[in-house]
């Protein structure tokens, strides 16, 4: 199972910074982890879709979440999920 | 027009004079306020040549009609003069409160010239402006001048240099309201060298508005954006700009060790998600902004204080291979009272650190010495020893050992947090900055890794400038009304141009808007090809061009300067060697230069 990092809010709203849950797909991990933590889902998803600006990493790479949701997911990979972040 | 305040005040410190005359309104038509006004008005003051630490150079502080309007962000303030640190043009912007004041004294423009023959400050009531000793003030902390002032959080205001000014360091920021900054290029050295220890203003003075209707419209459909946006109504107000740290971590940008790794094994323990749960106090704001990024963190050495944000974390942090969330804090507030430029001090001690460990030069300062971050900045201030090598900046300072190489600078500024190697768009905005390197003059951030307002691949280097470009000129145009850039991630570029008609009653499109900002971009560039600066100092430091990034995602590229450079300057409307033409300076009514 993949390893996945939580940032911002999604670390206070699941009280965990990291977890390993299974998926074929970023799209299947990201099911997997609202069905584990429903308060997540209103900081990921707006009426069943990835809330714009969340962003995803797989190993580091930053995903197009209009392309990339089907991207399949190895046991190796490190994926970081962060909330609509900004800074300068 | 309204908005504007029609007046310049005018002090010569040599003679002691206190003028006042209108300000010229074609000229506050084409550049609006704050930076754009600021850099027009250094262009006819500070020839060619000038020393910038002599009685010829020009401090010009500068508001714009939004200024103290009330409208959402509209507390910011602008800074022009010529750069001590890299002899370029200058413009440094800060929030708070004392801009908003400024504007309240009934002036757009104060130009302090000279030099004092001892300490004075000067105080603005009004529209009366008085120069007063300062011998008693001089030598003293930012914090405590400002409390001796009668600093009133939004009845009276002071703006001041602390000992790094006082003592010309070359990164020396000028400070308002105790703990906020206009820091990079070293405007604290100008006014130091002036003997000018602090301005203070109170004014009563009230903003009018061509269209008060249109104008409260606008106000209230930005307040419903900046509270739709989860950027401005959540992460910044939770985590503060420290939320960058991990992000900018994970896709292998984060300048390590002088730029050495472009990842840093300790970024979670000095994130913005570990400053919430340790040492964070609560959120603040300057006037007139409910977006609340400020921090106020609490530390037994410090107690309660502003910050710190992610660039002086980082330089603090990772740039000098430190994990210690409170050495950081407690950094940040002696600069903040010494009043030196964070990203500066920090990136400036971080090369210290790596002419150390290569033998350069002979001292303790060693990558993860946190326990000398407070003593060093003493030192930088006063200085002291390696000190007064350090409070030159880290370019003077590599150069003097015999490693120039070893500053991560570009034209003398020191680069803020992001590893070009990791987002090449961003290298080339850093190269053709005209301050130095510069973040905060556009950022490719959004683009590249955050997707505002989409995603663009970071590596990919064709095709590249365009939105340099376009991140340039909007940048240039916010600096110039002078807003927060924090509220264009919930606000488009738009509303602001909507604003500026409703307040001035002249009408600005949003293309308006924005070719002010590319006016602005073009005159500062012509200021520095004045100077003698050539497309050889849009450039990169060697590390960033010829050493593969070693760490992460980012393994293995450097920056592809040199494409990017001929197609932005192709895009720009400039020469193959980077001088605007002067097609495109009649295109932007500049072809008076």
């Given at each position: 199972m993949a390893?996945?990092?939580?940032?911002?809010?999604?670390?206070?709203?699941?009280?965990k910074k990291e977890l390993t849950l299974p998926g074929e797909s970023i799209q299947e991990v990201l099911g997997n982890i609202c069905r584990e933590y429903p308060g997540l889902v209103r900081f990921l998803f707006e009426e069943e879709k990835l809330r714009p600006r969340v962003i995803l990493t797989v190993n580091g790479q930053t995903l197009d979440p209009a392309t990339g949701l089907n991207q399949s997911v190895s046991e190796q990979d490190q994926i970081g999920i962060f909330p609509p972040v900004a800074g300068g | 027009?309204?908005?504007?305040?029609?007046?310049?005040?005018?002090?010569?410190?040599?003679?002691?004079?206190?003028?006042?005359?209108?300000?010229?309104?074609?000229?506050?038509?084409?550049?609006?306020?704050?930076?754009?006004?600021?850099?027009?008005?250094?262009?006819?003051?500070?020839?060619?040549?000038?020393?910038?630490?002599?009685?010829?150079?020009?401090?010009?502080?500068?508001?714009?009609?939004?200024?103290?309007?009330?409208?959402?962000?509209?507390?910011?303030?602008?800074?022009?003069?010529?750069?001590?640190?890299?002899?370029?043009?200058?413009?440094?912007?800060?929030?708070?409160?004392?801009?908003?004041?400024?504007?309240?004294?009934?002036?757009?423009?104060?130009i302090v010239r000279g030099k004092a023959e001892k300490p004075v400050y000067i105080e603005i009531k009004d529209e009366k402006a008085e120069i007063h000793d300062a011998s008693h003030l001089w030598g003293l902390h930012v914090s405590e001048t400002t409390s001796r002032l009668g600093q009133d959080r939004n009845r009276r205001n002071v703006l001041c240099v602390g000992p790094a000014g006082e003592n010309l360091s070359r990164i020396a920021a000028i400070m308002n309201d105790g703990q906020r900054a206009l820091a990079r290029g070293g405007p604290g050295a100008v006014m130091g060298s002036k003997n000018l220890k602090a301005?203070?203003?109170?004014?009563?003075?009230?903003t009018e508005v061509a269209d008060p209707e249109?104008?409260?419209?606008?106000?209230?459909?930005?307040?419903?954006?900046?509270?739709?946006?989860?950027?401005?109504?959540?992460?910044?107000?939770?985590?503060?700009t420290v939320v960058m740290m991990n992000l900018v971590n994970n896709v292998g940008a984060l300048a390590t060790r002088n730029h050495q790794h472009n990842m840093f094994e300790?970024?979670?323990?000095?994130?913005?998600?570990?400053?919430?749960?340790?040492?964070?106090?609560?959120?603040?704001?300057?006037?007139?902004?409910?977006?609340?990024?400020?921090?106020?963190?609490?530390?037994e050495k410090t107690g309660e204080v502003?910050?710190?944000?992610?660039?002086?974390?980082?330089?603090?942090?990772?740039?000098?291979?430190?994990?210690?969330?409170?050495?950081?804090?407690?950094?940040n507030f002696l600069c903040n009272d010494l009043g030196f430029d964070t990203i500066s001090a920090g990136s400036t001690i971080g090369c210290a650190m790596e002419l150390s460990e290569r033998g350069y030069v002979d001292s303790d300062l060693r990558f993860g010495r946190a326990d000398l971050l407070a003593p060093t900045l003493e030192d930088m201030a006063y200085r002291r020893g390696l000190g007064a090598d350090m409070a030159e900046g880290s370019w003077r300072l590599a150069t003097t050992y015999g490693a120039p190489e070893l500053s991560m600078s570009v034209k003398g500024l020191e680069m803020p947090a992001y590893?070009?190697?990791?987002?090449?768009?961003?290298?080339?905005?850093?190269?053709?900055?005209?301050?130095?390197?510069?973040?905060?003059?556009?950022?490719?951030?959004?683009?590249?890794?955050?997707?505002?307002?989409?995603?663009?691949?970071?590596?990919?280097?064709?095709?590249?400038?365009?939105?340099?470009?376009?991140?340039?000129?909007?940048?240039?145009?916010?600096?110039?009304?002078?807003?927060?850039?924090?509220a264009s991630m919930?606000?488009?570029?738009?509303?602001?141009?909507?604003?500026?008609?409703?307040?001035?009653?002249i009408p600005y499109a949003t293309g308006d808007m924005i070719r002010v900002g590319e006016r602005v971009w073009n005159l500062e560039r012509m200021y520095n090809l004045r100077e003698g600066f050539t497309c050889k100092d849009d450039t990169l430091p060697t590390r960033l061009l010829h050493e593969p990034a070693p760490d992460g995602p980012t393994k293995g590229w450097v920056v592809q300067l040199e494409p990017m450079l001929k197609e932005y300057y192709r895009a720009r409307g400039w020469d193959s060697n980077g001088v605007p033409t002067p097609k495109k300076l009649a295109e932007l009514e500049l072809q008076e230069l």
């Open positions: 390893l996945i990092k939580l940032y911002a809010i999604l670390r206070t709203a699941s009280g | 027009m309204t908005g504007w305040n029609e007046k310049i005040l005018d002090i010569d410190l040599t003679t002691g004079s206190i003028k006042t005359y209108p300000l010229d309104m074609t000229m506050a038509r084409l550049f609006v306020g704050g930076r754009g006004l600021g850099v027009r008005l250094l262009w006819d003051l500070v020839g060619p040549g000038v020393d910038p630490l002599s009685p010829e150079n020009v401090l010009i502080f500068t508001n714009g009609p939004l200024t103290g309007t009330a409208y959402q962000t509209s507390n910011r303030f602008s800074v022009s003069t010529k750069s001590p640190l890299t002899g370029t043009i200058l413009d440094a912007n800060s929030g708070g409160f004392w801009g908003m004041q400024f504007k309240r004294t009934g002036y757009a423009v104060l301005i203070v203003v109170e004014g009563s003075g009230k249109q104008y409260k419209f606008m106000t209230y459909e930005t307040k419903k954006l900046l509270a739709a946006s989860p950027l401005t109504s959540q992460a910044l107000p939770e985590f503060g300790g970024a979670e323990a000095i994130s913005g998600e570990t400053l919430s749960e340790t040492y964070l106090v609560k959120s603040d704001a300057c006037w007139a902004c409910p977006i609340h990024c400020t921090r106020i963190s609490k530390t502003e910050g710190p944000e992610f660039q002086t974390t980082w330089a603090f942090g990772a740039q000098c291979g430190i994990a210690d969330l409170e050495a950081i804090i407690e950094a590893d070009p190697r990791g987002m090449q768009g961003q290298g080339l905005l850093l190269a053709t900055s005209n301050r130095g390197a510069c973040h905060m003059r556009g950022n490719m951030l959004g683009l590249e890794v955050l997707g505002l307002p989409k995603l663009i691949d970071r590596f990919q280097v064709q095709g590249k400038s365009s939105y340099v470009i376009l991140n340039q000129n909007s940048s240039a145009a916010i600096d110039s009304l002078v807003l927060c850039k924090f919930g606000v488009a570029d738009e509303y602001f141009a909507r604003t500026l008609t409703a307040v001035t009653g």
